[in-house]
């Protein structure tokens, strides 16, 4: 829960969050679109990594964002290789520039 939330509303906004989830993940099901649960991701991460969040204590960080990134890429680059037979060459390339950065970023020591 972002730290601006009052202690006190936590348990309120957790169970809307948990609800509206709910209802993006039925909805991710019946329209066969790939959904990556942020949410659990983010509570499990964000108590310990309070520089994840903007100064406005609500919105996530530029290392809040990388930190998504890094746990999305791997449920959208299975996504687009399922899709790769109708991906024209340089939007493959593109995926690949995009995977080479991410490591780069998360991992230097491993990207050459």
Partial sequence: MAPIVPRMMRGIAHRRVNAYNRCISELASELEVLLVDMYQHSREMIPAHPEFFS?????????????????MWPSLKSALRQLAPSLSMSTTGEVLKMDRALLRASRPELAR
């Fill in 55 to 71: 100064p406005d204590r609500f919105h996530p960080s530029d290392e809040g964002y990388e930190y998504w990134a890094f746990v």
